[in-house]
């Protein structure tokens, strides 16, 4: 079993690496320090894995605001660091609906903006998010973390943010 090491833990977020997946879970619009929190992940996954890394970032809210300039700029530069590191990645939305489109608007306008250049998908589960990376990953060349064990991650990463006002979502379909 791959370990979950937990990097950073926000008001609304927290930042993992499991192996050489970088997982990042949002419960809240993004904060500057919650974008920093994921740049410091991706930086820890990019020394500890030369050889390149993934990145799983998950998303929930009860509502849907576009995060302010700071955040914009400190997730976007997250991004930017990443390339060549990122070998694939997902943004999972665990929110359906309208406020499920504007978070994922909100999600593309970023990732588009960062000019990643790695595949970069968007899914409404983690199950679904979890197969895609560990395929692509695959036609790579890098082993990433079993299914279970990313499921387990985000379990226990969700756990680990205070937020006290966001209800638990449910991350199997």
């Known amino acids: 079993m791959t370990p979950l090491e937990i990097l950073d833990v926000t ?8 192996g050489n ?8 619009t993004p904060t500057a320090a919650d974008g920093f929190a994921y740049g410091r992940a991706i930086r820890t996954g990019r020394e500890r894995f030369p050889a390149g890394i993934a990145s799983m970032f998950v998303a929930y809210a009860e ?15 997250a991004l930017k660091e990443a390339r060549g590191a990122i070998v694939c990645g997902c943004t999972v939305v665990l929110v359906g609906g309208f406020l499920g489109a504007a978070m994922r608007a909100i999600g593309n306008t970023i990732v588009l903006g960062s000019r990643i ?25 890098i082993e ?30």
């Open 63 to 77: 509502k849907a605001e576009m995060p302010d300039q700071a955040a914009r700029d400190a997730m976007g530069r």
């Open 144 to 173: 990433l973390p079993s299914e279970a064990e990313i499921l387990a991650a985000a379990d226990e990463l969700r756990a680990a943010i205070p937020a006290p006002s966001v209800r638990r979502p449910r991350l199997r379909p």
């Open 117 to 141: 250049g790695a595949p970069i998908k968007l899914f409404g589960d983690i199950p679904s998010g979890a197969r895609f990376i560990i395929d692509h990953a695959r036609r790579r060349g």
């Open 21 to 28: 997946l970088v997982v990042h879970y949002q419960v809240d």
């Open 11 to 18: 008001s609304s977020a927290a930042s993992a690496l499991v």
